[in-house]
C-alpha cells in the first residue's frame, strides 16, 4: 500500500515542477499584445503558477516521502494501535504543513503582487526573491555560501535565457528575410478545417516538441511561427496562450522523455524507480488532457476571470 502512495506522490510532484517557472508569463513576449497579467489571470482557471527553484521540489518531496516511508508509518496489528499512533500522524501533518504552508504563502505573494497591481511581474521576481530569503532565514539556513550560490545560479540561468533570445531573435529575422515565415504562416493558413484545423495543428505540434525541448526554446523560436496564422484566423491570444500553457504541461510529464519526470527523479527516494514515475505520472496526463480539451471547448473557463479582471 504504501509502495503505491510513493508512487502516487511521485507523479503528483510531477506538477509541481511542470510548473515552474509560469508558462503564461514565459509565453507573453511571443504574444506581445497581451498584458502578462492578463496571461496569468487566465491560467488560474487551469491552476495555481508556481515560481520556484528545485529546492522547493527538494524540501516537499522530501517531507512527503518521510509520511510514506515503510519504517515509519508500517500498518499495525489493532493490538498494537494506541495513542501514540495518533501523536505520530499529528506530528507527520504538523511536519507537511511547515514544509507547504511557507511556499504556498510565498506563491501567492508573488502572483498577488502582480494580480493587484502592487508590482510588475519583473519587480514580483524580487518579491519572491525577498521572500524566499525570509523564509530561508525563518529555517536559520542562511549563509554566505548559500547566497553566492544562489547568486551564482540566477546568473548562470539569466545568461543561459539572453543567449537563446538573442539566437532565437537572429534565426527569427533570418528565418523572416528568406521567407520563412510567410511561407510557414501560408500552410498553417491553408490546414483543412481553417480555425479548427489550425488550433488542431498547433496543439500536436507544440505536444510533440514539448516532449523533446524545454519550454525556453519553444517560447522563443516555435511559438512565433504560429502567432501570425493565429492573429490572421482571429484567435484569441489571451485563450491560445493558456491553451499553449497547458498543453506544454502536459508534455512535460510524458514518459519517457518528459523533463519533470527527469527532475522528479533527481529528489525521489531511491526505491521509487523510473518506471513506476512513468506509470504515476500517466493518470495526471489523463487529467491534463481532459483540463485541454475544457479550455479548447469552452474557451470562457479562460476569458471569464479576465473579463471580471477588466
Same mark, same amino acid.
Given at each position: 500500500?504504501?509502495?503505491?502512495?510513493?508512487?502516487?506522490?511521485?507523479?503528483?510532484?510531477?506538477?509541481?515542477?511542470?510548473?515552474?517557472?509560469?508558462?503564461?508569463?514565459?509565453?507573453?513576449p511571443?504574444?506581445?499584445?497581451?498584458?502578462?497579467?492578463?496571461?496569468?489571470?487566465?491560467?488560474?482557471?487551469?491552476?495555481?503558477?508556481?515560481?520556484g527553484?528545485?529546492?522547493?521540489?527538494?524540501?516537499?518531496?522530501?517531507?512527503?516521502?518521510d509520511?510514506?516511508?515503510?519504517?515509519?508509518?508500517?500498518?499495525?496489528?489493532?493490538?498494537?494501535?494506541?495513542?501514540?499512533?495518533?501523536?505520530?500522524?499529528?506530528?507527520?501533518?504538523?511536519?507537511?504543513?511547515?514544509?507547504?504552508?511557507?511556499?504556498?504563502?510565498?506563491?501567492?505573494?508573488?502572483?498577488?503582487?502582480?494580480?493587484?497591481?502592487?508590482?510588475?511581474?519583473? +519587480?514580483?521576481?524580487?518579491?519572491?526573491?525577498?521572500?524566499?530569503?525570509?523564509?530561508?532565514?525563518?529555517?536559520?539556513?542562511?549563509?554566505?555560501?548559500?547566497?553566492?550560490?544562489?547568486?551564482?545560479?540566477?546568473?548562470?540561468?539569466?545568461?543561459?535565457? @539572453?543567449m537563446?533570445?538573442?539566437?532565437?531573435?537572429?534565426?527569427?529575422?533570418?528565418?523572416?528575410?528568406?521567407?520563412?515565415?510567410?511561407?510557414?504562416?501560408?500552410?498553417?493558413?491553408?490546414?483543412?478545417?481553417?480555425?479548427?484545423?489550425?488550433?488542431?495543428?498547433?496543439?500536436?505540434? @507544440?505536444?510533440?516538441l514539448?516532449?523533446?525541448?524545454?519550454?525556453?526554446?519553444?517560447?522563443?523560436?516555435?511559438?512565433?511561427?504560429?502567432?501570425?496564422?493565429?492573429? +490572421?484566423?482571429?484567435?484569441?491570444?489571451?485563450?491560445?496562450?493558456?491553451?499553449?500553457?497547458?498543453?506544454l504541461?502536459?508534455?512535460?510529464?510524458?514518459?519517457?522523455?518528459?523533463?519533470?519526470?527527469?527532475?522528479l527523479?533527481?529528489?525521489?527516494?531511491p526505491?521509487?524507480?523510473?518506471?513506476?514515475?512513468?506509470?504515476?505520472?500517466?493518470?495526471?496526463?489523463?487529467?491534463?488532457?481532459?483540463?485541454?480539451? @475544457?479550455?479548447?471547448?469552452?474557451?470562457?473557463?479562460?476569458?471569464?476571470?479576465?473579463?471580471?479582471?477588466?
Open positions: 500500500m504504501f509502495y503505491k502512495a510513493r508512487t502516487l506522490i511521485a507523479a503528483a510532484a510531477c506538477l509541481l515542477a511542470a510548473a515552474v517557472p509560469a508558462r503564461a508569463a514565459l509565453l507573453n511571443v504574444v506581445a499584445a497581451t498584458s502578462t497579467g492578463s496571461l496569468n489571470v487566465g491560467e488560474v482557471s487551469e491552476k495555481v503558477v508556481v515560481t527553484d528545485a529546492p522547493l521540489v527538494n524540501t516537499t518531496s522530501g517531507v512527503l516521502s509520511l510514506v516511508d515503510g519504517n515509519s508509518m508500517r500498518e499495525l496489528p489493532l493490538s498494537a494501535r494506541s495513542i501514540d499512533q495518533l501523536a505520530a500522524l499529528q506530528a507527520g501533518v504538523q511536519q507537511a504543513m511547515v514544509a507547504v504552508v511557507p511556499p504556498v504563502l510565498l506563491i501567492f505573494a508573488v502572483l498577488g503582487s502582480i494580480f493587484f497591481g502592487v508590482a510588475t511581474p519583473t +519587480e514580483a521576481g524580487a518579491v519572491g526573491a525577498i521572500g524566499a530569503c525570509i523564509l530561508t532565514v525563518l529555517n536559520r539556513n542562511m549563509s554566505w555560501g548559500l547566497i553566492k550560490a544562489a547568486a551564482r545560479s540566477t546568473a548562470n540561468i539569466t545568461a543561459l535565457v @539572453i537563446i533570445l538573442f539566437c532565437s531573435t537572429l534565426f527569427g529575422l533570418v528565418f523572416d528575410g528568406l521567407g520563412g515565415q510567410e511561407y510557414i504562416k501560408g500552410l498553417l493558413l491553408n490546414v483543412p478545417g481553417g480555425f479548427w484545423g489550425f488550433i488542431i495543428v498547433a496543439n500536436i505540434a @507544440i505536444f510533440l514539448g516532449i523533446n525541448l524545454e519550454f525556453i526554446e519553444i517560447c522563443f523560436i516555435a511559438m512565433p511561427l504560429f502567432v501570425p496564422a493565429a492573429r +490572421e484566423l482571429g484567435v484569441d491570444m489571451v485563450w491560445f496562450g493558456v491553451m499553449m500553457a497547458v498543453n504541461n502536459m508534455a512535460f510529464i510524458s514518459p519517457p522523455v518528459g523533463f519533470s519526470l527527469f527532475y527523479q533527481s529528489v525521489a527516494p526505491e521509487v524507480k523510473t518506471i513506476d514515475i512513468h506509470k504515476g505520472a500517466l493518470p495526471f496526463m489523463v487529467l491534463q488532457a481532459i483540463a485541454l480539451l @475544457i479550455v479548447i471547448i469552452f474557451p470562457q473557463t479562460v476569458r471569464w476571470l479576465v473579463n471580471v479582471a477588466g
